[in-house]
């Protein structure tokens, strides 16, 4: 059974950068697409970015395009999210999640199986 932990939320001022981490247990993340969700109090969660297999596809929203990178850990079992040049309106509680790669890329929460718990990332002056 694949589990997901996030880490690397935390407070920051806007213009800043943070680098969230997604770990995998329990089986290899090479074979699962990665998806990084993002949900504010009082919104839905939604899709920020996402990454494939060997091809290197990834996806991103266009409210992150130029800001968010994706990226696996090579060896590490990770993905991780590097964020720049954040915005308050970044401020939500982001996730990552997996999918048997066989399935492509997916951008909507329904097309994931696989949940972390979370890490906050609040961005504030």
């Known amino acids: 059974q694949l589990q997901l932990v996030e880490s690397g939320g935390g407070l920051v001022q806007p213009g800043g950068s943070l680098r969230l981490s997604c770990a995998g247990s329990g089986n290899s993340l090479d074979y699962y697409a990665i998806g990084w969700f993002r949900q504010a109090p009082g919104k839905e969660r939604e899709g920020v970015s996402c990454?494939?297999?060997?091809?290197?596809?990834?996806f991103y929203a266009d409210s992150v395009k130029g800001r968010f990178t994706i990226s696996r850990e090579n060896g590490k079992n990770t993905v991780t999210l590097q964020i720049d040049n954040l915005k308050t309106e970044d401020t939500a509680v982001y996730y990552c999640?997996?999918?048997?790669?066989?399935?492509?890329?997916?951008?909507?929460?329904?097309?994931?199986?696989?949940w972390g718990q979370g890490t906050q990332v609040t961005v504030s002056s």
């Open positions: 990454i494939g297999g060997s091809d290197g596809s990834t």
């Open positions: 999640a997996a999918r048997p790669l066989t399935l492509g890329l997916g951008a909507r929460p329904s097309a994931y199986e696989y």
